[in-house]
């Protein structure tokens, strides 16, 4: 009898054997099967990513070539210092909105007290008072672009409408006293209502074009109503106190007599506690506003 014989369970042992081969055989070829498919579909999700990428990448470069405003004005470029003075124990004076009859006076004050000054002046002032312009300049005082009409609803607008008015006043500078100005002090401070919505790209496209800017950390309060020669000294004083590096915030507009009255005071007040005077270049460490509360 073949079933039960010791040939059967010879047999039934081969052809087991032979099963357990044939089966390992078939899961090992489908397994390589199986991982190769997977690599070719990781490769290609991969190529895929790396193809997304490089879309972005060339998005972006055309993007950043789409800034139309950056092609404004090739000439409007300032060489940035690379080393940044601070420097304790030292004020800059700084007077904006003129030149004025005002400028005259407080010139005058500086010379005698053989003290430089920092003029962040308004475009269409120095148009008429180019001369003050050259004499600013040629007694060693800085000059600053503050704008050119002054006029925040305006230059606050966009970026364009920014760097047009800006060229105005730098153009001025250049062609009459022939030199590049470097720094700028935006009205109202580099940030304030009427800039809330772009200042952060009129900040960068000025800083990319090598500008530097430059707030104050100190005021004399003497664009309040009703000012007086002491309120601006008392003023300069009390915003000073605290401080070993300062850069004072003054005008000189034709209204600011009071401010011209005040000024031997206040460089009085600045030599009893041991201060130097300095102009604004713009290798100096800006003082800017801090931005978190707006
Ligand atoms: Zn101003």
Redesign the pocket.
């Known amino acids: 009898m073949y079933f039960g014989s010791v040939r059967f369970f010879k047999h039934l042992i081969v052809a087991v054997i032979l099963l357990l081969i044939f089966g390992l055989t078939i899961s090992t070829i489908s397994l390589v099967v199986i991982n190769k498919n997977y690599k070719g579909q990781i490769s290609e999700m991969q190529s895929g990513t790396v193809l997304a990428q490089s879309n972005l990448v060339e998005e972006s470069s055309q993007n950043s070539l789409s800034i139309a405003y950056q092609e404004l004005y090739p000439d409007l470029h300032a060489t940035q210092a690379e080393v940044k003075r601070i420097e304790l124990k030292t004020v800059y004076l700084t007077f904006?909105?003129g030149p004025s009859a005002r400028t005259v006076e407080i010139l005058d004050i500086l010379k005698k007290e053989d003290i430089k000054a920092t003029f962040?002046i308004?475009g269409k002032e120095g148009e008429k008072n180019k001369d003050l312009l050259r004499r600013i300049s040629d007694e060693g005082h800085s000059i600053g672009i503050?704008?050119y009409s002054?006029v925040y609803n305006n230059i606050y607008a966009s970026v364009e409408n920014y760097l047009d008015d800006f060229y105005l006043t730098y153009e001025l500078i250049y062609n009459t006293t022939g030199i590049k100005p470097e720094i700028f002090?935006f009205?109202?401070g580099s940030i304030n209502k009427y800039s809330a919505q772009d200042y952060v790209e009129i900040i960068a496209e000025m800083t990319r074009r090598g500008f530097t800017y430059y707030d104050w950390n100190a005021s004399s309060g003497d664009?309040v109503a009703n000012a007086t020669a002491n309120s601006v000294y008392s003023n300069t004083v009390q915003s000073s106190e605290d401080k070993d590096r300062i850069i004072l915030l003054m005008?000189d507009s034709i209204s600011k007599s009071f401010t011209v009255s005040a000024l031997p005071g206040i460089i009085e007040y600045y030599k009893a506690r041991g201060f130097k005077f300095e102009c604004i270049t713009n290798d100096v460490s800006p003082i800017a506003f801090n931005y978190i509360n707006y």
């Open positions: 904006d909105d962040f308004i503050h704008t002054h002090r009205p109202g664009a005008h």
